[in-house]
């Protein structure tokens, strides 16, 4: 798996946490995220994504919840956060950052239709459905990839183990 290096988690966690409403480890906190990040990295390999817009997809995508239920606008909060804090935790060209806020803005709105890499962060996401009892439906994801069986099994087990995979750094004092 490519990890990405440029980008400082651990700063961009850090900021989102300050912001922080919900239960930093409920089913929208850091182990979702870090299983998103994971789940996208590993789909990103198999096309031709960009690897930084996924790792940041991770990260904004839920961090502006107001609640763990009916939150339409928590995307482009989220994305809305992102570009608030570009050019100081991340640099991203205009292109990836368009990328970047259509992944967050529309990844509830059950679209398959998009840019490759926002394909992988909804995938991604969307992989992760199983920590809510959900079993992800290929119907609904994007890729080739993320629609194999094997795929989906083992998202789902990572999820139901809620893993913390080591993609994303852990925050302990967050607990």
Same mark, same amino acid.
């Given at each position: 798996?490519?990890?990405?290096?440029?980008?400082?988690?651990?700063?961009?966690? @850090?900021? +989102?946490?300050?912001?922080?409403?919900?239960?930093?480890?409920? @089913?929208?906190?850091?182990?979702?995220? $870090?299983? &998103?990040?994971?789940?996208?990295? #590993?789909?990103?390999?198999?096309?031709?994504?960009? *690897?930084?817009? +996924?790792?940041?997809?991770?990260?904004?995508?839920?961090?502006? /919840?107001?609640?763990?239920?009916?939150?339409?606008?928590?995307? =482009? !909060?989220? $994305?809305?956060?992102?570009? =608030?804090?570009?050019?100081?935790?991340?640099?991203?060209? %205009?292109?990836?950052?368009?990328?970047?806020?259509?992944?967050?803005? !529309?990844?509830?709105?059950?679209?398959?239709?998009?840019?490759?890499? +926002?394909?992988?962060?909804?995938?991604?996401?969307?992989?992760?459905?199983? /920590? &809510?009892?959900?079993?992800? =439906?290929? !119907?609904?994801?994007?890729?080739?990839?993320?629609?194999?069986?094997? +795929?989906?099994?083992?998202?789902?087990?990572? $999820?139901?183990?809620?893993?913390? *995979? %080591?993609? #994303? *750094?852990?925050? *302990?004092?967050? =607990?």
């Amino acid at each position: 798996m490519r990890l990405v290096k440029e980008i400082d988690k651990q700063a961009i966690l @850090i900021a +989102v946490h300050e912001q922080y409403r919900l239960n930093w480890r409920g @089913i929208h906190g850091v182990e979702h995220w $870090a299983r &998103v990040m994971y789940n996208g990295l #590993l789909l990103a390999e198999h096309v031709d994504a960009d *690897p930084r817009v +996924v790792t940041l997809f991770a990260l904004f995508h839920d961090a502006c /919840r107001f609640n763990d239920g009916h939150d339409p606008q928590h995307g =482009s !909060r989220g $994305a809305a956060l992102a570009l =608030s804090l570009r050019g100081k935790l991340f640099d991203l060209e %205009d292109q990836a950052m368009d990328l970047l806020h259509d992944a967050c803005c !529309r990844h509830t709105h059950g679209l398959t239709e998009a840019d490759v890499t +926002v394909q992988v962060c909804w995938d991604a996401d969307r992989l992760d459905l199983e /920590r &809510v009892g959900i079993t992800p =439906s290929p !119907r609904y994801l994007c890729t080739e990839q993320a629609k194999l069986e094997d +795929v989906i099994h083992r998202a789902c087990l990572r $999820a139901c183990a809620n893993e913390h *995979p %080591d993609c #994303l *750094p852990d925050l *302990p004092r967050y =607990s």
